[in-house]
């Protein structure tokens, strides 16, 4: 059974450092990785989907890495922002089998 | 519209009534996901359609959960003898096919007083 673990589980930082968010998962034979933010009682917004074939995916001041052998993937978020304070949600998909998620990084910037 | 689309966005109901929370996905998109989320947990997944059949329900707590996609598109999910262990919130995705990127909705928060 797929199990996706991510750390740490809450980070607070000051605005304008550069952050890595971790996530790793049990079952390297994942067909994508995707990144999500959530916001306080919102549903989630999809930031970066790493297909198995690809190493990373940038959007921004985000960058995402997947080692599918290693069973790792990390989310880098440059100069940090207060508008990037939100939970920071990975989530593996196997194929035709559903995304299994971690329980998120909650991220503070502050200002 | 082009995203999707969960009604209620809020639900309170007694213990042990029946609830329906609906779903409308982007259009075009042949897979659609419920998911289930509790204070500071992830998404845990309920129940996955392919089309208007379900291709993996293993994720449905028991038999008092049910959804449909009778027509391939809107989706209900159905909760009968609601508990008070039922309040969280209700997320519905869709994907062009399975193991696409997933879009999610605002989610569904149901409360069981």
């Known amino acids: 059974k797929q199990e996706v673990t991510q750390i740490p589980a809450a980070l607070s930082v000051p605005e304008g450092e550069n952050l890595v968010l971790n996530c790793s998962f049990t079952d390297s034979a994942i067909y994508n990785l995707q990144w999500f933010r959530q916001d306080p009682g919102k549903g989630l917004t999809s930031l970066l989907l790493i297909q198995s074939s690809q190493r990373e995916q940038t959007s921004g001041r985000l960058n995402a890495s997947l080692d599918k052998s290693s069973g790792r993937s990390t989310l880098y978020i440059a100069a940090s922002q207060p508008g990037d304070s939100a939970t920071y949600l990975c989530?593996?998909?196997?194929?035709?089998?559903?995304?299994?998620f971690g329980k998120g990084t909650r991220l503070s910037v502050i200002a | 519209g082009a995203g999707v689309s969960q009604t209620p966005s809020n639900k309170v109901t007694e213990k042990g009534k029946y609830v329906e929370l609906r779903c409308d996905p982007i259009s075009g998109h042949t897979a659609l996901y419920w998911y289930r989320q509790s204070l500071g947990q992830g998404p845990e997944f309920l129940i996955y359609?392919?089309?208007?059949?379900?291709?993996?329900d293993s994720g449905l707590p028991n038999d008092r959960f049910f959804a449909v996609r009778p027509e391939g598109s809107v989706s209900t999910l159905k909760i009968q003898r609601t508990e008070r262990g039922d309040s969280a919130v209700y997320l519905c995705a869709s994907s062009t096919r399975g193991a696409g990127e997933a879009f999610f909705g605002q989610g569904t928060r149901l409360t069981v007083v």
């Open positions: 989530a593996v998909g196997g194929g035709n089998t559903p995304l299994v």
């Open positions: 359609f392919q089309g208007t059949g379900a291709a993996d």
